[in-house]
């Protein structure tokens, strides 16, 4: 089965073709065919991830697989969740991001926070049921950055049981327990209910 990524991220590429190659899944990313960004306009991390899915599988033809994901903070009302790569406006940046959410943060003692991802499958554009899975990653908010590894918010977010930012850990070890991964491996799991 050959799918498409919608997604240009190199990182999530191989992550997604790691954990699907067993099923005898092909994942090729939407660049391949041209296919351009698609837009992002929706409240929920679902929604979003449906429509990149629907618009790579209507440029392509082929069955199409999309992510969508964030970081949402407890003492933010959920905040930056769908918006968190563009928290602090166009153009993207992580440090501006990132300095955004401590400002936000400053004088809460309420530091939890969570990644979140989640997956959509469609075998076409019109597809009735797509398949959804979902992954969180649970950790908190620190002030002070640690670990060269990792994109986004990870050098910020730590990970209590770990002792250690998503930053800090190989990406081996990122990829095998993190909040794509967790919802990769649910989605891997109803594809081989469905006999994929």
């Known amino acids: 089965m050959r799918v498409v990524a919608a997604t240009g991220n190199a990182g999530k590429l191989a992550e997604?073709?790691?954990i699907l190659a067993p099923l005898g899944i092909d994942v090729v990313p939407q660049s391949a065919f041209g296919v351009p960004e698609a837009p992002e306009p929706h409240p929920t991390f679902v929604e979003n991830a449906l429509a990149k899915a629907r618009h790579a599988a209507r440029h392509t033809g082929l069955p199409a697989l999309a992510d969508d994901s964030g970081i949402c903070v407890r003492a933010l009302g959920g905040a930056p969740g769908v918006q968190s790569a563009r928290y602090a406006g166009e153009p993207r940046s992580d440090?501006?991001?990132n300095a955004r959410l401590l400002a936000d943060l400053?004088?809460?003692a309420d530091r939890a926070a969570y990644y979140f991802a989640v997956l959509v499958l469609v075998r076409s554009a019109e597809d009735?049921?797509?398949l959804?899975?979902?992954?969180r990653w649970h950790g908190e908010v620190i002030d002070a950055p640690r670990g060269s590894n990792g994109?986004?918010?990870d050098p910020f977010f730590l990970l209590p049981d770990e002792g250690r930012t998503a930053a800090e850990l190989e990406p081996a070890h990122k990829n095998a327990i993190s909040h794509r991964a967790r919802a990769l491996q649910r989605l891997a799991a109803l594809l081989r209910e469905r006999g994929a």
């Open 132 to 135: 959804i899975a979902e992954g």
């Open 95 to 97: 440090a501006r991001n």
């Open 151 to 153: 994109f986004g918010y």
């Open 128 to 130: 009735p049921e797509p």
């Open 106 to 108: 400053a004088g809460s």
């Open 16 to 18: 997604i073709a790691a």
